[in-house]
């Protein structure tokens, strides 16, 4: 740092006044370069889940994001589906909750042997009782533009994924 200050006090005065907007510059660069990457390392549960669909048919893209906002069907040179401002939500699942078991009767697990005489082994066997209920889950919504490029066959190359932005009410 004192190495840094005795430099600029041997710049003339013209020469600092230059200096300090280039300065400013820099440290917004450096600013917005450390959010940019702050954003881009923040994982996107809508961008995952359509980096796993390289490789596959467009049509499972399809059957997750709903029907595509425009679709060129698959050529020699291959076709794209854009889905733009859609909506996608997690889904709610129902979880079995197990409250105890109760018997459900025997099975046979063996045989005992010798001399013409067979026993069987018997072991209980339990079920489990409980009940079903919906997961705990927040419905989170996405507002996204989706990009799909297909090849030859409609095999997803590649897929983008941009501005999407979670929100609880979908606006």
């Known amino acids: ?69 425009y679709r060129v069907p698959a050529s020699k040179l291959g076709g794209s589906a854009m889905w733009e401002n859609s ?17 459900a009767g025997q099975r046979v697990v063996g045989q005992t042997g010798g001399q013409g005489v067979v026993g069987a082994i018997y072991e209980n066997q339990y079920r489990p009782t409980g009940y079903y209920q919906n997961a705990v889950q927040e419905r989170a919504q996405y507002l996204c533009n989706i990009t799909a490029l297909t090849g030859p066959g409609d095999i997803i190359s590649n897929i983008m994924v941009i501005g999407c932005k979670q929100s609880k009410d979908g606006l």
Request: proline share 6%.
């Open 1 to 69: 740092m004192w190495i840094k200050q005795q430099t600029l006090n041997h710049v003339p005065q013209q020469s600092l006044s230059r200096l300090n907007p280039n300065l400013i510059g820099l440290l917004a660069v450096l600013t917005l370069g450390l959010s940019l990457t702050a954003c881009v390392t923040t994982p996107n549960p809508v961008k995952q889940a359509a980096d796993k669909l390289v490789g596959q048919h467009v049509n499972k893209a399809i059957d997750i994001f709903g029907s595509p906002t």
């Open 87 to 103: 909506i996608v939500s997690q889904q709610v699942v129902q979880q079995f909750v197990q409250t105890g078991s109760e018997y």
